[in-house]
């Protein structure tokens, strides 16, 4: 009996008119078809969600957060009581980020070892070195994991990113030394800010290291879309075609089209269920806010070509009356929505590389998705009229330097 590889990768098709791909990764908790996007449970739950409700979006992949579940319940609980898969009864195959961000986000020293902080649950002093990350995420036992880096702020001065960089690749290497499991992937994590030939220099120096799989991160920090496109046009080519190509922290349907546009397979993002959080939904007719009062008498499901149990089952005048009441199911059917919205899409980005109609489909989406955007403005219409409620980070803080996405890791 054929018994396949616990990991493995493969491209299916790839677009003549751009870089964009359809792939297919193999792990040991099934197999993904890429490009795919994976709904972030920082703390290993999605909000307001169950892992049945989570596997009905059609969801193949989820992520967690290393800092959040190191500091609650804390790794070795996690992993005494059967890693995250058991710990949160979650079949699918799991990510979890280093928990460079969240370190980054506090008040920190740095140094070569690592980076000393205050836990915020308790105060208690903490140094996280790139091997105690890979400790912790070995505890928790998720199938992809990631090196510990250094995340810089944008805009970030050139001698900034250079000694960020150099430290982050020697960082890097230390991850590859220390990690033990043979059942983890080890994605390596570009880097080097807005700069051409720094974000070159740590692609090259990455793929000499022969990482299983490859992060673009230092992005969705305020950017904006059209400086995106510039630093994955700089790099995400130089990174292997083999191996899979991971931009971390994206989650806006242009952002998606992008990435994918330049080779990139995986990407990740709160902003379905944070935005969901605060009754603004994403339909292929454009953006809506449910709470809104005009929606109070709506009989229309949110999407009307939604094949989510929300849509299938309430009207717009439903979950505006459970936002008006303040009732927790509202939450749930919104997010229940938004994930699903994210992974119709991502079928429809996938069938466009296949059918090498990429550029026609994305026009096609946009003419009734209905979003223009340019460098740092999104400007939303069609159903809602909408912001971005550019609120983020999934720990409910404001977080100035993350800019565009909710929560979105670089």
């Known amino acids: 009996m054929y018994n396949p590889p616990m990991f493995s990768f493969r491209v299916e098709a790839t677009s003549s008119q751009n870089a964009a791909r359809a792939g297919e990764l193999q792990t ?8 795919v996007f994976m709904p972030v449970g920082t703390r290993a739950a999605l909000r307001a969600m169950t892992p049945d409700q989570v596997l009905a979006t059609g969801s193949q992949i989820v ?14 609980i996690v992993q005494r009581l059967g890693g995250l898969h058991q710990f949160m009864n979650m079949p699918l195959p799991i990510l979890t980020d280093s928990g460079g961000f969240q370190v980054f986000s506090l008040p920190k020293t740095v140094t070569e070892e690592g980076v000393t902080f205050k836990w915020e649950k308790n105060g208690a002093p903490f140094l996280m ?39 982050t690749h020697r960082w890097e290497r230390r991850c590859l030394e220390a990690k033990t499991r043979d ?10 800010s807005t700069y051409e030939d720094l974000r070159q220099q740590s692609a090259r120096a990455l793929t000499a290291m022969d990482f299983p799989g490859y992060a673009i991160g230092g992005l969705s920090v305020g950017e904006g879309l059209e400086v995106m496109d510039a630093v994955l046009s700089w790099c995400a080519h130089l990174l292997p075609e083999h191996k899979p190509r991971y931009l971390m922290g994206v989650g806006f349907a242009e952002d998606l089209w992008c990435g994918v546009g330049h080779g990139i397979d995986m990407f990740d ?18 953006r809506m806010r449910v709470n809104n009062k005009r929606f109070r008498r709506d009989r229309l499901p949110p999407d009307t070509t939604c094949p989510c149990y929300t849509c299938q089952n309430f009207s717009r005048a439903y979950l505006h009356h459970l936002y008006t009441a303040d009732e927790v199911t509202g939450t749930t059917l919104c997010c229940i929505h938004n994930i699903t919205f994210l992974q119709e899409l991502m079928k429809v980005i996938r069938q466009a590389v296949l059918d090498d109609r990429f550029e026609e489909a994305k026009a096609d989406f946009f003419r009734t998705y209905g979003t223009s955007y340019g460098p740092n403005k999104r400007e939303a219409v ?4 909408e912001d971005d409620l550019r609120t983020s980070r999934s720990d409910g803080k404001q977080d100035s330097g993350r800019g565009r996405n909710d929560k979105r890791r670089r």
């Open 28 to 35: 040991p908790h099934g197999t993904i078809q890429t490009p």
């Open 63 to 76: 992520l967690s957060n290393t800092y959040h579940l190191a500091l609650q319940p804390g790794a070795d």
């Open 129 to 167: 070195t790139p091997e105690t990350s890979i400790s912790i995420q070995e505890q928790l036992g998720a199938d992809i994991i990631m090196a510990f880096d250094e995340c810089v702020p944008y805009p970030c001065p050139r001698d900034l990113a250079e000694r960020s960089l150099e430290r």
């Open 183 to 192: 059942d983890q992937w080890l994605f390596g994590i570009v880097q080097g």
């Open 269 to 286: 993002c709160v902003i379905p269920t944070r935005h969901a959080r605060g009754g603004l939904l994403y339909t292929f007719q454009g």
């Open 382 to 385: 069609g159903l809602g009229h």
